[in-house]
């Protein structure tokens, strides 16, 4: 698996999932997907804007204790052989330098599970930068939904029609199988936290207004 992520050209794959979170839930909520990151990202400007964990204030080969919380995500990996999650700087990434990896290759498999524990939140999306990864490799569980790419789209999202309670987001990388494994690195991690009503709708009338909130990264905070 090694020789087969470090020998190609790695490639982005997009997947983000928004929800509409209060405290109180329906959990039937109508869940609509997306198949584009600005479309994502102009929702989110609607509803307040977003945090951006990038993994960039943490040094290189810092490992990552099951439960470590990152800019008020807690993050959980379900791997094979006793690997670790590791923030790594070995791969080409979307933003930065830094990525979510496993010990020893700086790499995530096939087969890996990544649970976000989220607080109330209004959305969250996940960039995955994935080798050899083919459409339906990945699967995004959120809100009581799934969703994967097709051979169109790799970004994804959901969105709920009404208030679904906090809860974890599980991305899986299904196992395709002996011989024909996949690398994998997380990137960046989006999620918008819960905003009060006034600061929702200004935010909502600003975005009308300049049609760029989520532009040159305003309204975004880093960790």
Do not use: K, Q
């Not at 700087?89 to 096939?110: E, F, I, N, Q």
């Not at 969105?159 to 906090?166: G, P, R």
């Not at 200004?202 to 975005?207: F, N, R």
């Amino acid at each position: 698996m090694a020789a087969r992520a470090r020998g190609r050209a790695r490639r982005a794959a997009l997947i983000g999932v928004a929800a509409a979170l209060l405290p109180i839930a329906d959990a039937n909520a109508a869940v609509t997907a997306y198949t584009s990151r600005a479309a994502f990202e102009a929702e989110l400007a609607m509803r307040g804007g977003e945090h951006a964990i990038d993994f960039e204030s943490i040094a290189a080969g810092t490992v990552l204790a099951a439960g470590t919380h990152v800019g008020g995500v807690g993050f959980w990996l379900a791997a094979a052989s006793g690997r670790e999650l590791v923030v790594t700087d070995a791969w080409a990434t979307t933003s930065g330098a830094h990525s979510l990896g496993t010990t020893p290759l700086d790499a995530l498999a096939s087969g890996d599970a990544l649970t976000l524990a989220l607080p109330p939140a209004l959305a969250v999306g996940v960039t995955v930068i994935a080798a050899d990864a083919l459409p339906g490799d990945f699967e995004l569980h959120f809100a009581g939904a799934a969703v994967a790419p097709d051979a169109d789209a790799f970004f994804l999202g959901l969105v709920a029609d009404d208030v679904v309670a906090a809860s974890d987001a599980v991305l899986v990388a299904l196992d395709p199988g002996a011989g024909d494994s996949f690398a994998w690195n997380a990137d960046d991690v989006l999620y918008a936290p819960e905003a009060d009503g006034a600061l929702a709708a200004c935010a909502a009338l600003t975005a009308l207004a300049a049609n760029a909130c989520h532009a040159g990264g305003r309204g975004r905070h880093r960790s």
